[in-house]
């Protein structure tokens, strides 16, 4: 499938300067179970974008959007099928292995949704810190002392008392920020947290955050932040994308967007998402249906069955992003000159 | 490690354990316990019982307890050198096809599914025929060779679920090698399976060289249980009513073989808790006190001081506390809480669905007429669905997969008793139509319905009879937040027109103000605050509640920096003195918060509050100090943060 290339740039204020984006992608694209075979599903569909230096990134959609993957094939725990990575600049070859690939593991960590799932039980904590150190090589003399200067950074503290305990003594906050701490002990320089809070009571996940957001200021992170809540992801990023069905089909300032999505796709979630501060009047949406099978997508907007402003053209193939100003595009048609003109002053997607 | 002492804390792991360990004690120091040679011919054939000879003598005049002693010997060496090699095959053959996958594992899964077709016990057989006659060497081997295969399928299973957890995906993230990751992160956390496996191939072997040594395919010069039966069998020991030579090593093959299982169910049920059967007892039930019990008698569901627990080894969880809450009819009561703090303990206990060792301590729940906590059984089946009704979490996993849905839908008013087909087809549309799907999926699968649809399926169910109340305990949190948006206006829309009362259960309060005429906040199996949706949102009383408001970021206005809620909930096995809250309350009054029981007590028209703050026997000084303080705080926290103002 071949399609025009989303731009490639980060915030619009970012001056154009020598420091190349922590991370781009461009086309990325994983079909999974073909084994050989045609057919298969597109998880993720020609995605490009960019995180640069210190930035957090919000990634948006709902289950099967294909966030997740995306997260997954920066990871290398999964091989793209197509598409290019590039860390700092440097493409990261399809064909990963030895030094090229430890490089990967020491500048891309990972924070995952479930903190009861993504620490071994077996293992006491300070086993789980010691050992992205020792293999990337980065243990001095006493590992105990960066162990507990690691739980320290994270707000675990006193730091000794929690070195030796195992997973099923730390409640979820705590065990998330373990996890925290084993994607910082490297010191790298992106952060793939994938949906992070989710897994987490209400009552801790703004502390959750509010870590991330503080060791990022003090390291120069920069951050992908995967998430399904739309106002978590404005509390956290600085530009936020909005997935559907593996598509990208939103991208801009985090305030921008979901402010003022400019996607049918994000305006529906932006209504369904639960606001009491609205006043308590209950928002009707306007929405057909739910997400369809990725293996039976229409050729066109993945959005069009559902879309209550859908159009005949639509149909017609893949809309490429439009720039709808303050480094903000969505990949709506609505947003085309020449469909604007035609349906004269009345621009479909309501400012 | 809680693992070992929960193994030896069991009588079945005891008991096998023991004998295992007698029978080895008693192998090993064969001659102090026996003057005799099992080999030694010196005596005359088919001695009786005698203080000499305990067990009489052989048919070729061996001292039979003398072989009995001596033989275990080979039969747990068997046992155990064969468990070992079988369990040793499972692991790297399980462990292989997992971890390497792709052809490797089509390979070895082939190779295990041969073996497990193979029937076991004749390949034994054929096998054992070629090595005749060379010791135990041979047997040890065939046994071995032969006994992998189940013990490898079920760790290949075990192993292809662990590598796909996140924490051994944490691993490869962090840059571990194969090696590491099969021996570090997989293989520890097989541990127990290994060990059950161990014991399971253990019996096959004893098993199995009974069997060949009985039919004379072993080495039959060798003194093991297997032998000695081979030989009082071929030497009449019957006809000579010598029944104790057939006897005993048959009792110990059994016994072996009874605690090798016994070691292999408690291993089992260790590492899979979910087979464990609690063994607690349940406590009656403490009465109520008269006069209690009544609650408003206009309301539809009356919850009086009700305490249900979770009875442990330990002390009991006290998961629901003294709460008391009243159901309008008609009304939505939302149920507010995080993890842990009882909101769904409440709703099992409200519809008798609380299982040991889960109990209801006390207090009374009356739905209309009805006495839900002493209905009989009987009662109770007549009574839920038609008077009341339950949607949970992950209830779209209750319909049967290979039933359609119609029958499903069917099956409540069957149930109740309407039998007649065109009713019921009638019923089944008018629902569907209800929840908002069409009528055409009452012929189609659960499978071939998405997420949502199952949900709204179960919902239908669950109005099929035009019950009173219906409880949903987070009825669409596994949804996506447009189809949970598309459910909650169906239930809305759905309550208002049949006038049902429901109680909706959610950790996420946000959606709740927005659905709910009243919302109830539990904290620590405490109901801590009670007011209409609208007053909570906009005054609410507790701070619990409003600490939990401000935890949610908003989708509005500037970005400010905003802090959640330190600490985490007391445990619900300890005695809690005071409020549940103390340590995390930023308006928390020392002295009197963290010593006087706790009470509930007004704050407005229909808003109630279980905290100090609103008790009119505090002193109004210590109150306003317990906010100024709080205040301050607030305004350190509250900076206008640099990452918003970075961006506009």
Redesign the interface.
Known sequence: MSQPTAPIST?A?TPTNTIPNTLEIVNLRKVFGTRGKAGGVVAVNDVSFAIARGE?LGLVG??GSGKSTIA?LI?R?YTPTSGEIRLNGQPVPSRLGGRA??HL??N???I???PY???????PVSYTLK??LQ??GLARGDTEEQVNSLLERVGLSPASTYASKRPFEL???QRQRV?IA?ALA?RPELILADEPTSAL??????????LM?DLK?QEGLSMLFIT?D???A??MS?RVAVLYAGTLVEIG???EV??RPQHPYTQ???????????G?V?E??E?RG??PDLKTLPPGCPFEPRCPHALPECKAGLPRMYDVGEGHTARCILHDPAVQARRGQEVGVSR | MSGLRQFFGQPRSLVGAGFLLILLVASLCAPLITPYDPNSLEFGPFMPLSAQHWLGTTALGQDIFAQFIYGARLTLLVGAVAGLIATLLSVTFGLAAAYLGGRVDEAINTLINVFLVLPGLPLVIVASAFLRGGGVWPVILVISFTGWAFGARVLRAQALALRERDFVQAAVVAGEGPGRIIFREMLPNMAGLIAANFFGAALYAVLSEAALSFIGVGDVSLVTWGTMLYWAQAKGALLQGAWWWVALPGLGIALLGTSFALLNFAIDEISNPKLGRSNVKLPARKKPAPGAGVGNPDALLSIRDLNVGYLTPGPTVRAVRDVSLDVQPGELLGLAGESGCGKSTLAFAVTRLLDPPGAVLGGSVRLAEHDLLNLSPEELRRVRWKEFSMVFQASMNVLNPVLKIREQVYDAMQAHGVTDKQKLDARARELFDLVGIQASYLDAYPHQLSGGMKQRVVIAIALALEPKLIVMDEPTTALDVVVQRQILQEINDVRRRLGISIIFITHDLSLLVEMSDRVAIMYAGEVVELAPAHQLYAHPAHPYTQQLMNSFPPMTGPRTRRSGIPGKPPSLSAEIVGCPFFERCNKRMPGVCDVKPLQTFPVAEEQTAACFLYDPTVSPALKENAIRDSQHVQMEVSRESAHSANLN
């Open positions: 915030n204020s957090v709902e289950s997954r990871a725990l690939l430890r593991r020491k891309v960590q990972m995952f949704q479930d799932a993504s620490l071994n039980p077996v293992h050992r992205p293999i990337h409640s979820g906050g996890g084993r490297v009571d209400v009552s801790i996940r703004l502390d959750v955050m509010n957001l200021d399904h739309l106002a978590g404005r509390y600085d300032p985090a305030v979901i402010d529906l979630l932006k209504s369904a998402a639960p606001k009491p501060d609205a308590l209950p009707t949406i929405a739910e997400v």
